[in-house]
């Protein structure tokens, strides 16, 4: 019986020990749980935080990078987002980036420009050229459809200055070459034989006093 009663104390006892370890387990989860958790709070970005990768400033710089390729692949939409990102990661030094999201809100309108100035330099006359040019000056430096528009209009110009020349309208004939001057981007640079043509142009208005002198070549 003494011994039947220690038996059964024993198993008695058994369920207690079992129910301490499962507890101890739960606490240890609970533990690692929380742990695991707190990792990943850290390492997500707040609003206003810096993405873990690196820096701010160094972030910005490459959102910037990646905005000018953009850009200059025409994706003005995406260029504006790394722009924007840009801003937002590195306000301090961010004058550059803001400088380039303004060019990339303008330029849907610099390329409606831009076709608006060939159509009118493929015209031919005159009045269209003058239309055009204007166009053209409104199209910034920086913009990525300047150099590419200026070398058309500045082909359509010479086109035209040389057919006024060889009707003897020297008026026409040099105001379109000097214009052509204006508008020539670096890198296309008026030739030799575009700066006679003006002069010769304008030995013969050299007594015409409605004719201001060109100052390009």
Known sequence: RTQRERA???????????????VWVAVAGVVVLA?????????????????????????????????????KARRFDAALADFSEAIRLDPINAAEARRYKMLAESEPQNEKL?????????????????????????IPP???????????????????????????KWLD?????????????ADSRPTADNSATLRDAEKHLAHDKSYTPCKKH
Do not use: Y
């Open 8 to 22: 059964d104390g024993t198993r008695g006892h058994e369920p207690s020990r079992s129910n301490g370890w499962i």
């Open 35 to 71: 742990g695991v958790v707190a990792v990943l709070l850290l390492r997500k970005p707040s609003g206003g935080g810096t993405p873990v990768g690196g820096n701010s400033e160094e972030l910005a710089a490459a959102k910037v990078k990646s905005g000018i390729d953009k850009l």
């Open 114 to 138: 831009a076709k608006q100035v060939v159509a009118k330099a493929g015209l031919g006359d005159r009045a269209s050229l003058e239309s055009a040019a204007r166009s053209f000056g409104q």
């Open 142 to 168: 920086e913009s990525g459809f300047r150099e590419e528009t200026g070398k058309k209009l500045q082909r359509g110009l010479v086109t035209f200055s040389e057919a006024q020349c060889k009707s003897h």
């Open 173 to 185: 004939c040099a105001w379109a070459m000097c214009k052509s001057f204006d508008v020539a981007p």
